[in-house]
Nanobody, 126 residues
Framework: VQLQASGGGLVQAGGSLRLSCATS????????MSWFRQAPGKEREFVAA???????DYADSVKARFTITRDSTKQTLYLQMNSLRAEDTGIYFC?????????????????????WGQGTLVTVSS
């Protein structure tokens, strides 16, 4: 199983970025997928998740600004980030739960995911 996150960079506050997570080694269409982030000096936190059926969930801090999507034909997960703020700065990680069921409440819990990408750095300047 491999997950490769990309698309991070430096952007001004109010700008946009789209992150991608290219995957291989598992049946992407059957996996629960998510994005987490970790700001400097802080613990990793949930950002967004998407079920294999397309249901999505977001942290309150990113609702209406971020959109998570998935493309099974490309085995790729995306995170469109708009209206970026300085507090969105951090390393963004994609994660996958490739087998088994998951409850809706568990999507936002990092321990639910058995596979992680290496992270991509997002820096938002104010």
């Amino acid at each position: 199983v491999q997950l490769q996150a990309s698309g991070g960079g430096l952007v001004q506050a109010g700008g946009s970025l789209r992150l991608s997570c290219a995957t291989s080694g598992f049946t992407f269409s059957r996996a629960a997928m998510s994005w987490f982030r970790q700001a400097p000096g802080k613990e990793r936190e949930f950002v967004a998740a998407i079920s294999r059926g397309g249901w999505s969930d977001y942290a309150d801090s990113v609702k209406a600004r971020f959109t998570i999507t998935r493309d099974s034909t490309k085995q790729t997960l995306y995170l469109q980030m708009n209206s970026l703020r300085a507090e969105d700065t951090g390393i963004y990680f994609c994660a996958a739960k490739v087998t088994g069921a998951i409850s809706s409440a568990a999507y936002s819990t990092s321990h639910s995911y058995g596979h992680w990408g290496q992270g991509t750095l997002v820096t938002v300047s104010s």
